[in-house]
Nanobody
Framework: QVQLIESGGGSVQAGGSLRLSCAAS????????MGWFRQAPGKEREFVAR????????GYSDAVKGRFTISRDNVQNTVILQMNSLKPEDTAVYYC?????????????????WGRGTQVTVSL
């Protein structure tokens, strides 16, 4: 069992930056690959980024590649999503999720544990 709590959301103007954090507690954090997803009103939850168990590999959706960076600290049990050059279309609730399987996966149904989300709003 893993408990996840996101923080760092807020409102920002287009072109700005935000840094999301996900704090994990429970079973060994390094046993899980970690992902970030987002869900905008009226849309399905979509994959944003993923990082492997030891942080050696990462992957991003095309929508955020080059603007967002995912990282993790297995001592502090945290996952960070650094978001730069934000656009209005990045507005969504952002969720942190844990996947016990090492294979790179992007479907939200593959992830076993979820946080409650943090709102990100980007205005023009």
């Amino acid at each position: 069992q893993v408990q996840l709590i996101e923080s760092g959301g807020g409102s920002v103007q287009a072109g700005g930056s935000l840094r999301l954090s996900c704090a994990a507690s429970g079973r060994a954090f390094s046993s899980y690959a970690m992902g970030w997803f987002r869900q905008a009103p009226g849309k399905e939850r979509e994959f944003v980024a993923r990082i492997s168990r030891l942080g050696r590999s990462t992957g991003y959706s095309d929508a955020v590649k080059g603007r967002f960076t995912i990282s993790r600290d297995n001592v502090q049990n945290t996952v960070i999503l650094q978001m730069n050059s934000l656009k209005p279309e990045d507005t969504a609730v952002y969720y942190c999720a844990a996947d016990p399987v090492a294979t790179f996966r992007t479907a939200y149904s593959d992830y076993d544990y979820w946080g409650r989300g943090t709102q990100v709003t980007v205005s023009l």
